[in-house]
């Protein structure tokens, strides 16, 4: 809500500035969004009247003014707006005017014809939204005054207010507020007294309260002979300073008080009601034209005010469009009653229809404020319409009760706080919040303070106005053991950083899916009670929700994807929950600026982001899985922890995606523990190694694994690192003869002791290739 620094400043001595009055407000924890200034302070701004208009005799859409500025002559303006009259008052810009947006005014000619200044609107002057025409000024403004006697400059705060302070959202209750934290006094004088108020009638004929758990008080206050119109410039720049359009009048009044006071009051065309008023439960599918100009059906939720033959406002949230108060009204019924928060919160919700009525009723008003609001708007109307008060208010049901008594022991505000406050002190504060004391040691709760509901909020209220600032700091730290959550989650924060830097994404899929994303029944955990179709069951594989992202992303012409997750998957038929990483890769790959080349991914790509995890004794064997052409059961230890492969292209099809798909997925906590080993170091060695190369052609049943197992069972001591270096397969005998298989490796040698011979070297090379030929029918190739 905005609210504006001198309207505050009627109610309560602020603080000296603008920045400590923020500071105070901060530091009781009500939140300030925004300071802004607003006000027409402008120099050569006048206000000026219209004398004469006629059209510009070479434009269509401009006239030319006449306008008295007060100084004895008449000036010649040429205005582009449409919204006057002659003898309305308006801001005249002299010619050396500056205004908002750095526009200067100068003497000028406009299509032929000489402008001595420039008739403003609302915008120009930075005090409203509104550029559709000239900002007409009250009648009674004085003709040649500063525009800014009119519209005085002024701060505006933005505050934000918690939906438990319903109470603050006024400029009464915040300098109420304001004057509990500072110790000043608060000013009432514009608040009627109990004594003041008319007398009550509960006129059952007139009013009645069909729905008294929704609506437990009603009032109606009948004005005559009003005069609905313009409403005078001080109220107007009010209302607009925070936020509010003018429409009139008698809207205005209302709007005025609810900013002033809280409660908010509605404005009935009492010549429109027929009958009595009867505040019910809507009819199911009953229609309601709302001030906005839109029709609403209603529910037997919603809460009504009615007359005998409709709905004329949807109680707590906005009025009628067929009782709105028009420039025709004479006669003004006044609402003024206490809803049901919840009530109001729901029917504004349902019907997406938020009003500044609603946004406070939903918070809860003070109860004791409903009459005296609404005696003050009947003032306030009597002043500027002239209207004529009734001599009591209708009412219906009863107030409800002011809330109970809460007690307060000071050893727990002190036990609570970690500082001894002196009881004087604390009665004090509490006082300084409305709060009385009775002799049982209760504090008795004022109406307006509906979140106070337990001892610690008056313990909260005591250190806002004591200041959280002044309780000493305690240094509260622990050493906390590493724990296996720990361990993890920096294991999965690395992990995450190391597939980043390969140039994956990592993607976050609903744990939840949809029927059709497994084949069989027994393959998922199903929900008893799922939102939707799309949410029906736990997952038991990543790979599904990795898909359908890569499958969004083809079709929105991505060229390469390359995605992981980490996360949650649930065994069946229990829903065994396990950490898991899953992989997709497909597109196109290999081009920078040093190699200009693409290609598509590979398997090779896949295996290479695999043991970039540096997963120790990691393995690749050969497996099935009924969606991959091309699948690797991943090892550890002996131990599968995973899979990967190449889905096929009927799966890739149904994706959209050309060219193949390739998938994995790794149990997180087998590599997690594998990573935990200790990491073992050596220094640089200090003798050569020597390199020798071995080619062959082998079977091609005869796997690389099982070329290295027969070397490794040589146990030769002098063998440093085997490396494979080239493959290709070949037919032998022509087209129809048998294929085989050509490796070659690269075999380095070294001792940590001395310097190898070549004989050395040359023995150990042809033990391992008599051992290949023996147990692999290896075919050296010379």
């Given at each position: 809500m905005k609210f504006s620094v001198n309207w505050l400043r009627e109610f309560v001595e602020l603080p000296a500035?603008?920045?400590?009055?923020?500071?105070?407000?901060?530091?009781?924890?009500?939140?300030?969004?925004?300071?802004?200034?607003?006000?027409?302070?402008?120099?050569?701004?006048?206000?000026?009247?219209?004398?004469?208009?006629?059209?510009?005799?070479?434009?269509?859409?401009?006239?030319?003014?006449?306008?008295?500025?007060?100084?004895?002559?008449?000036?010649?303006i040429v205005c582009g707006a449409k919204n006057y009259e002659v003898g309305d008052k308006v801001p005249l810009a002299l010619p050396g005017a500056e205004l908002s947006g750095g526009l200067r005014i100068r003497e000028s000619k406009l299509r032929g014809v000489d402008s001595q200044g420039m008739l403003c609107s609302a915008k120009e002057l930075g005090i409203a939204e509104d550029a559709t025409g000239l900002l007409i000024l009250s009648p009674e403004a004085r003709i040649g005054a500063p525009i800014g006697e009119i519209f005085p400059t002024d701060i505006i705060f933005d505050v934000e207010i918690t939906p438990n302070r319903g109470d603050l959202l006024s400029h009464f209750g915040l300098a109420r507020e304001i004057a509990a934290l500072t110790g000043k006094q608060i000013v009432t004088a514009t608040v009627p007294k109990a004594e003041a108020l008319p007398p009550q009638t509960k006129a059952g004929n007139r009013v009645t309260i069909s729905a008294l758990r929704e609506c437990p008080f009603y009032s109606a206050h009948r004005m005559e002979n009003v005069r609905v119109g313009r409403s005078p410039d001080w109220l107007r720049a009010r209302i607009e300073a925070a936020g509010i359009r003018s429409i009139?009048?008698?809207?205005?009044?209302?709007?005025?008080?609810?900013?002033?006071?809280?409660?908010?009051?509605?404005?009935?065309?009492?010549?429109?009601?027929?009958?009595?008023?009867?505040?019910r439960l809507a009819r199911d599918g009953e229609k309601f034209l709302a001030l906005d100009g839109k029709t609403y059906t209603l529910t037997t939720r919603d809460l009504v005010i009615a007359d005998q033959e409709r709905v004329v406002g949807i109680g707590g949230v906005m009025g009628g469009e067929e009782s709105g108060v028009t420039e025709a009204t004479r006669n003004v019924l006044l609402e003024s009653a206490y809803f049901l928060p919840a009530s109001i919160r729901r029917t504004a919700r349902t019907l997406n229809l938020p009003s500044d009525a609603s946004y406070r009723f939903e918070r809860g008003v003070d109860r004791q404020m409903i009459l005296p609001a609404s005696q003050r708007t009947a003032e306030l109307m009597r002043q500027i319409t002239g209207g004529t008060p009734g001599d009591s208010i209708d009412v219906a049901g009863e107030l409800p009760p002011n809330p109970l008594k809460i007690s307060l022991r000071y050893e727990r505000c002190d036990e609570l706080l970690g500082r001894r406050i002196e009881s004087k002190t604390v009665d004090a504060i509490l006082n300084s919040f409305g709060l009385q004391k009775n002799g049982d040691g209760g504090w008795r709760i004022p109406s307006y303070?509906?979140?106070?509901?337990?001892?610690?909020?008056?313990?909260?209220?005591?250190?806002?106005?004591?200041?959280?600032d002044k309780i000493p700091s305690a240094d509260r730290s622990r050493f906390t053991p590493l724990s296996e959550a720990d361990r993890i989650y920096d294991f999965e924060t690395k992990l995450r950083r190391d597939l980043i830097a390969l140039g994956l994404n990592e993607a976050r899929t609903s744990s939840l899916i949809a029927r059709d994303q497994t084949n069989e029944p027994h393959e998922r955990i199903e929900l008893r009670n799922p939102l939707s179709e799309d949410h029906v069951a736990l997952r038991v594989s990543l790979i599904p929700g990795l898909l359908a992202a890569l499958a969004r992303n083809v079709r929105a012409g991505a060229?390469?994807?390359?995605?992981?997750?980490?996360?949650?998957?649930?065994?069946?038929?229990?829903?065994?929950?396990?950490?898991?990483?899953?992989?997709?890769?497909?597109?196109?790959?290999?081009?920078?600026?040093?190699?200009?080349?693409?290609?598509?991914?590979?398997?090779?790509?896949?295996?290479?982001?695999?043991?970039?995890?540096?997963?120790?004794?990691?393995?690749?064997?050969?497996?099935?899985r009924p969606s991959l052409v091309l699948t690797a059961e991943i090892l550890f230890a002996k131990k599968?922890?995973?899979?990967?492969?190449?889905?096929?292209?009927?799966?890739?099809?149904?994706?959209?995606?050309?060219?193949?798909?390739?998938?994995?997925?790794?149990?997180?906590?087998?590599?997690?523990?594998?990573?935990?080993?200790?990491?073992?170091?050596?220094?640089?060695e200090r003798y050569p190694a020597v390199r020798r190369d071995i080619a062959m052609f082998v079977a091609p049943n005869v796997?690389?694994?099982?070329?290295?197992?027969?070397?490794?069972?040589?146990?030769?001591?002098?063998?440093?690192?085997?490396?494979?270096?080239?493959?290709?397969?070949?037919?032998?005998?022509?087209?129809?003869?048998?294929?085989?298989?050509?490796?070659?490796?690269?075999?380095?040698?070294?001792?940590?002791?001395?310097?190898?011979?070549?004989e050395e070297v040359s023995t150990v090379h042809a033990r391992i290739r008599d051992r290949l030929q023996r147990e692999v029918r290896a075919e050296l190739r010379e």
């Open positions: 500035s603008v920045e400590q009055l923020a500071d105070l407000l901060t530091m009781a924890g009500i939140e300030i969004e925004g300071i802004e200034s607003c006000g027409a302070n402008f120099d050569q701004v006048i206000v000026a009247q219209i004398q004469q208009s006629r059209q510009h005799p070479n434009a269509d859409r401009l006239s030319i003014c006449v306008v008295d500025d007060g100084s004895g002559r008449t000036r010649q009139n009048n008698v809207v205005d009044i209302s709007n005025y008080v609810m900013l002033e006071l809280g409660q908010p009051t509605h404005a009935f065309d009492a010549d429109k009601i027929r009958g009595g008023i009867d505040v303070r509906r979140d106070l509901q337990g001892e610690v909020d008056l313990i909260e209220e005591v250190i806002r106005v004591y200041g959280i060229e390469r994807i390359a995605l992981f997750e980490l996360g949650n998957i649930f065994s069946p038929p229990k829903g065994d929950e396990r950490r898991s990483l899953g992989i997709v890769l497909w597109g196109t790959t290999g081009a920078n600026w040093r190699n200009y080349k693409k290609r598509r991914v590979d398997f090779f790509d896949l295996k290479g982001v695999i043991e970039s995890l540096r997963v120790p004794e990691l393995k690749f064997r050969r497996g099935e599968r922890i995973g899979f990967c492969g190449q889905l096929s292209n009927t799966e890739a099809a149904m994706l959209d995606a050309n060219g193949a798909v390739l998938v994995a997925e790794i149990d997180l906590l087998e590599i997690a523990q594998s990573r935990q080993r200790p990491k073992l170091f050596s220094g640089l796997t690389h694994a099982e070329i290295l197992r027969v070397i490794d069972s040589a146990n030769e001591p002098l063998l440093e690192r085997v490396e494979l270096f080239d493959l290709f397969t070949e037919k032998v005998g022509g087209n129809a003869g048998e294929d085989r298989k050509s490796l070659a490796y690269s075999l380095t040698y070294r001792d940590k002791n001395r310097t190898l011979t070549n």
